[in-house]
């Protein structure tokens, strides 16, 4: 199957700074792309979905100026965690789709955001 | 809005034996796509199985099968001759066919399957 890495796996940082998560699409061209944020033992909830070269579509609920999505090629999606708060501490994981079809989403290994 | 509903929070089969995970789904729409991902120890998401809702035919993959019943919405996973490598949390998950410009997934909570040695 298709490959997403994802960097940094895990991130520590102090309250009030910026994370950039990046998010690549190996071996296919991701038209699409997802952010998700999993709680300790829940269900993977998702946050945006971004299509390359324009601006992201976030869930209800999401804060589009905390949580900056930028998909500025087919390879490569990030995710910006401005002045984090304990609260954002979780784990986040992106997938990516190809376009047309029904091709499976390929996902990250995930990162894990730990906000002191 | 779509929904997906896991009510087994967690299983547990003896290694080798069969286990059936449950799933159901709310939908309005006739066409959908339906998954089975695995997320073990390692958090990575690894798909299991899929299913075109228009095929009557259940997907089969090696020891993975499903039972999918459209009119009851149903999507059930069944892992024969388990493995210890199967421990793992599976969650069922639920897409919109592409033409509607959707292709998020909705996922159910998961259920965490145990192997017993």
């Known amino acids: 199957g298709a490959v997403v890495s994802q960097h940094p796996s895990r991130v520590i940082c102090k309250s009030g700074t910026s994370v950039k998560i990046e998010c690549r699409s190996l071996?296919?061209?991701?038209?699409?792309m997802f952010w998700y944020r999993q709680f300790p033992k829940q269900s993977l909830m998702l946050m945006a979905t971004s299509n390359e070269g324009s601006k992201a579509t976030y869930e209800q609920g999401v804060e589009k100026d905390k949580f900056l999505i930028n998909h500025a090629s087919l390879t490569l999606s990030t995710l910006t965690v401005t002045s984090a708060h304990p609260e954002d501490s979780s784990f986040y994981i992106c997938?990516?789709?190809?376009?047309?079809?029904?091709?499976?989403?390929?996902f990250g290994p995930g990162t894990r955001l730990l906000v002191l | 809005a779509q929904t997906v509903t896991q009510s087994q929070p967690e299983m547990s089969v003896q290694e080798a034996e069969t286990v059936t995970l449950s799933c159901t789904y709310d939908?309005?729409?006739?066409?959908?796509?339906l998954f089975w991902y695995k997320q073990p120890p390692s958090r990575q998401m690894i798909l299991v199985i899929r299913q075109e809702a228009y095929k009557q035919q259940n997907a089969t993959e090696n020891r993975f099968s499903v039972n999918f019943q459209k009119a009851a919405k149903s999507f059930s996973l069944k892992i024969s001759d388990s493995q210890l490598g199967d421990a793992a949390m599976y969650f069922c998950a639920y897409r919109s066919p592409p033409l509607r410009g959707n292709e998020k997934l909705t996922f159910g909570t998961g259920t965490r399957l145990t192997i017993i040695p």
């Open positions: 939908t309005s729409e006739s066409d959908y796509y």
């Open positions: 071996d296919f061209q991701a038209t699409t």
């Open positions: 997938s990516g789709g190809a376009s047309g079809g029904w091709e499976t989403q390929y």
